[in-house]
């Protein structure tokens, strides 16, 4: 009993005589380890602390960021519907526009003329028909296309003195009056100009008549308004 107390205090001690040797064995060892490699492990260390500190700096710069665009967004919206509201009060004809509320009006260029759902530009100078809807291109527009009997009524109304390409011309291949949209003539409007031979293109005064497209008129373009 005594000789096995005595081996297990003697195992003991070996048990503790060996962890203390191997403790410090890597005592020694953590010794030996170059400078380099110190400094790089507290290095690694620093880096790693700044990094987290740089992230939840952005993060919070990336919020502060957000709320401004917001409130700017809300400024620009503001200042948008006060332009409009200035436009609006300035250039509509109260007639098609109620300024207690939002709703749009139609606006031409300067020197158009409004009417309906088109404007109206009338020329001064003369040009063939094949430069009057160049002109008319220049101008974001087209020559004229008459759809309905109220706007006959209308052209006729400004054309009294002066005759005015349209933008009306015969299909040579058919012998059809096209209007530069494709769309066929409605005679309920008005008959066909007639056909002459070299007369390919229409004008209007009085009545609507064939005419060389050589010849120099007046011409009127037409484009939709700007709604405010």
Known sequence: MEGEDGYTALNFQS?????????????????RLPCWYWITLWASGFVIIILGVAVTVLALQLEADKGKILLNNGGCNASTVKFLASLRH?????NQYNS????????CPPQWQLHS???????????????????????DSQLLVIQDKEELDFIESI???SKYWIGLSVLKSK????????????QSLFKEPGYVEGNYCAAKRYRVTSEHCSAELQWICQKDPLLL
């Open 117 to 139: 759902d088109k404007c109206y530009w009338p020329s001064e100078n003369m040009k063939t028909w094949d430069e009057s809807q160049h002109d008319c291109s220049t101008r």
């Open 159 to 161: 054309t009294k003195n």
């Open 175 to 186: 012998k059809k009056w096209i209007w530069i949209t494709g769309s066929q003539l409605d």
């Open 90 to 94: 300035n250039f509509c004809n109260q």
């Open 100 to 107: 207690s509320d939002n709703s749009t009006c139609k606006v």
């Open 15 to 31: 048990r503790r005589a060996a962890s203390g040797t191997a403790a410090l064995a890597q005592k020694q060892d953590a010794s």
